[in-house]
């Protein structure tokens, strides 16, 4: 069964960090770009970070630009997102998603995990 | 960046009917267009990728048109577990952007 699951969420200062891990089981992840995504409170979806299948191309939304770092470890069939300087803004349902295994643009997300919550709160 | 403009934002529709959402790109982006559904606490579901290819064990009844600036979503004969919000989403160039949702509920 193809699944991904999300852990390391939780309430967090402004101005501190948290790392977000995905695990992933019933797919090849090696051959996967993977990308997060979020969905702040009351809001639409947002695209955070990108990487590729051997972790050397990675991109990111202007707003996470430089506070963020995406990472992945195939061995472990896991998914990083590194998150430094968080902000009030930053509060979200983040998700982890499948991004292909075509190169870009020829791809889309798929599969998704139900995501963890990050709050960022004093 | 590629900004998607979805409509309607919501819709009140009923069991059967015929539902048709558009996306508006602020610029062409081939075939470069993905639809999403998503349930309050699920995690997203892919529907249609590449704008008209339907997601393997996506019912029959959505599907998917367009190209360029211009791109709808069609959900026919519309089910009960239907009611959820819709998103695009492209993929022609980062920053990847969404539309804003449009929300499907009960009449």
């Not at chain 1, 996470?64 to 968080?86: E, H, P, W």
């Not at chain 1, 499948?98 to 889309?108: A, Q, V």
Request: one cysteine or more.
């Amino acid at each position: 069964q193809v699944q991904l699951v999300e852990s390391g969420g939780g309430l967090v200062k402004p101005g501190g960090s948290l790392r977000l891990s995905c695990g992933a089981s019933g797919f090849m992840f090696g051959d996967y770009c993977m990308s997060w995504i979020r969905q702040a409170p009351g809001k639409g979806l947002e695209w955070v970070s990108y990487i590729n299948t051997g972790g050397t191309i990675m991109y990111y939304a202007d707003s996470v630009k430089g506070r963020f770092t995406i990472s992945r470890d195939n061995a472990k069939n896991s998914l990083f997102l590194q998150m430094d300087r968080l902000r009030a803004e930053d509060t979200a349902v983040y998700y982890c998603a499948g991004t292909g295994i075509l190169l870009p643009p020829d791809n889309w997300f798929d599969p998704w995990g139900h995501g963890t919550l990050v709050t960022v709160s004093s | 960046d590629i900004q998607m403009t979805q409509s309607p934002s919501s819709l009140s529709t009923s069991v059967g009917d015929r539902v048709t959402i558009t996306c508006r790109p602020s610029q062409s982006i081939s075939r470069y267009l993905n639809w999403y559904q998503h349930k309050p606490g699920k995690a997203p579901k892919l529907l249609i990728y590449a704008a008209s290819s339907l997601q393997s064990g996506v019912p029959s009844r959505f599907s998917g048109s367009g190209y360029e600036t211009d791109f709808t979503l069609t959900i026919s004969n519309l089910q009960p577990e239907d009611f959820a919000t819709y998103y695009c989403q492209q993929s022609y160039s980062t920053p990847y952007t969404f539309g804003q949702g449009t929300k499907l509920e009960i009449k």
